[in-house]
């Protein structure tokens, strides 16, 4: 059994909505209760939109390998009303994003899944999240707790706890 940490975002619609819906889904599939942080509102990252992110942190339990806990994530999200366009280029607002960033101490290196999540240690609304849950924990590769890489993480986009 391999524990997942997931960042779930939604800046499209009824934001509260699209996480709880997520999570509801997240749980089914869960072999235990999901652990959740707090809710965090961000600006948006990469591109513009006036409608910021509500953003939080799960942690859940899984026996499926990473590709296939993958497929099942994405299957949530389309459930959901996300489309994703294979032409599109950079960022966009959507109803429901829900990444990997961890999972166990896995280093996953696939076209389509990478993991570590290449830039969570760059990304101050992923590691906000991560730190209300699983401060101490370590990311494989980094050498650092999540905890340690929001402190030394150099972004300075405005995240607050939302509730």
Known sequence: MSEVLLL????????LNYLNLALDRIDRIS??????????????????????????AVSVKTDLP???FLDKL???ESDLGRKRDPESVGY??????????LFGDSIVDEERL???HPR????KFVL?????IVPDYYFPGFGKSVKELLKSCSDKSDVRLWF
């Not at 959740?36 to 990469?46: A, K």
């Not at 969570?120 to 990304?123: G, I, N, S, V």
């Open 8 to 15: 779930l975002g939604s800046n499209k619609g009824d934001r």
């Open 31 to 56: 072999l235990q209760t999901p652990v959740v942080s707090h809710i965090f509102e961000s600006e948006p990252w990469g591109f513009d939109s006036n409608t910021w992110f509500l953003n939080m």
């Open 66 to 68: 990473p590709l296939e």
């Open 74 to 76: 994405m299957e949530i």
């Open 92 to 101: 966009d607002s959507r109803e429901i994003d829900i990444d990997i960033i």
């Open 114 to 116: 990478k993991i570590p």
């Open 120 to 123: 969570a240690h760059l990304r």
């Open 128 to 132: 906000e999240p991560l730190a209300d």
